[in-house]
């Protein structure tokens, strides 16, 4: 279904493929080209890895951005990626975090100081219910360190959650951490013809 082969599937973590070649062309497009609807098929496709590894989950959340970084970008995409691996999934999308700081961005840092810049990072969201769903999918679009994806499940484990799976479109090969602080991505002229979705 995603166009990228077999998705990875290890414990606690699902990913469509490997952080290299078309799919770090396609996560660079969806983070700096707002390509909303590459953002779909991906996190649909994610949705359907997540579904043929037979995990059974009750909602999707998803690694949010500060504020400020939001309003500069125009939109979250790991936010647009769980909304379509809920749509696959059948099961609502929750905005259960919200990140305190707007701290370094993790591309900046190398793979040693990363767990360090997302320590405490993370919080509930103010519209978050007071009974967290029990089985979650959590959603970023890469994982590098897993520092980031760590510290939001972690708050969540916290809050209550018993399982917490992590999904993201791309996994980076240990020991090949790749700088996303690349040149942006050119804005598409036309809509993104594929077969991921």
């Known amino acids: 279904m995603s166009g990228f082969g077999e998705p990875i599937l290890r414990p606690g973590i699902v990913a469509i493929a ?3 070649e078309a799919m770090k062309r396609a ?3 969806v983070k700096f080209a707002s390509a909303t609807r590459l953002a779909d098929a991906l996190g649909r496709a994610l949705g359907h890895a997540v579904r043929t590894s037979g995990r059974r989950l009750s909602a999707v959340c998803f690694v949010p951005l500060h504020p400020s970084r939001l309003r500069t970008r125009g939109y979250d995409q790991a ?3 769980a909304a379509g691996a809920a749509r696959e ?3 609502p ?3 259960l975090l919200r990140r305190r700081v707007a701290n370094t961005q993790q591309a900046r840092l190398g793979l040693l100081a990363r767990h360090g810049n997302a320590a405490g990072l993370f919080t509930l969201s103010r519209s978050a219910p007071r009974v967290l769903p029990r089985r979650l999918l959590l959603v970023d679009d890469v994982m590098t360190s897993g520092a980031t994806l760590e510290a939001c499940r972690a708050t969540l484990l916290q809050s209550g959650c018993e399982h917490v799976l992590l999904g993201v479109a791309a996994l980076a090969r240990p020991g090949r951490a790749q700088s996303e602080k690349a ?4 804005r598409p002229t036309s809509p993104p ?5």
């Not at 013809?193 to 979705?197: E, L, P």
């Open 183 to 186: 040149r942006p991505v050119p």
């Open 193 to 197: 013809t594929s077969t991921w979705g």
């Open 93 to 95: 999308m929750l905005p």
């Open 79 to 81: 936010a647009l990626l």
């Open 89 to 91: 999934l059948g099961i």
């Open 18 to 20: 490997h952080y290299e």
């Open 27 to 29: 996560v660079l497009a």
